[in-house]
């Protein structure tokens, strides 16, 4: 009897470890499928990328690039416990054509897709910790190209992280990915709340 019980609990025990497997790779593919991100999934991700951030950085400011970045940056820092200076930069996709040259009081980063006017402020600032915020990194370059500009302007590279919802598996290979991100994704080819990713 005792060994018809082993023989039973092991069968139950490699079935219940192979629908374990299986139902971890359906919840994966369909992860990846996922098409749109809602506000609760939002609001894990504040919570958790803030839980992550927080072991290994204190930020003393916080910049995010346009308003689809200012959205998630808000349930960001309410989740980072201080009251933390928020820097809001002005984005232009460059296919709209309505690109101004300047504006006074910012300084221009560009990539092929966007042109981001940056406070001034924030690079002069060079003493305090920054942490930057957007909602998405398809390829990577803004961040990169803004971790330039704040190192110009005097900032230690260590004195900046950076952190967005999702970055494509292309921003993570080239090694352009931010330095926290809560979902990978594919390409572009999904929404948030506010509208399509870009």
């Known amino acids: 009897m005792g060994t018809l019980l082993a023989v039973v609990g092991t069968a139950f025990g490699v079935v219940g470890t192979v629908l374990t497997v299986l139902l971890a790779r359906r919840a994966e593919r369909l992860n990846r499928e996922r098409r749109r991100l809602e506000w609760p999934d939002l609001q894990a991700a ?17 910049f995010t690039p346009g308003l689809s970045g200012a959205t998630f940056t808000n349930l960001l820092v309410d989740q980072l416990g201080d009251e933390l200076p928020v820097y809001v930069g002005i984005r232009f996709w460059r296919e709209n054509g309505r690109l101004p040259d300047s504006l006074p009081g910012y300084s221009p980063v560009e990539t092929n897709k966007w042109r981001v006017l940056v406070p001034e402020a924030l690079l002069q600032g060079a003493s305090e910790p920054v942490l930057i915020v957007d909602d998405f990194a398809m390829s990577g370059d803004f961040l990169e190209k ?16 950076s952190v967005t919802v999702a970055a494509t598996n292309v921003a993570i290979r080239n090694h352009k990915a931010p330095d ?4 990978t994704a594919d390409d572009d080819n999904f929404y948030f709340p506010w509208g399509r990713a870009r």
């Open 180 to 183: 926290y991100y809560w979902w």
């Open 46 to 62: 504040a919570s958790d990328l803030s839980r992550r951030i927080l072991r290994d950085f204190a930020p003393g400011a916080v």
């Open 146 to 161: 803004l971790r330039a500009k704040l190192s110009e302007g005097g900032r230690d590279s260590a004195q900046v992280r």
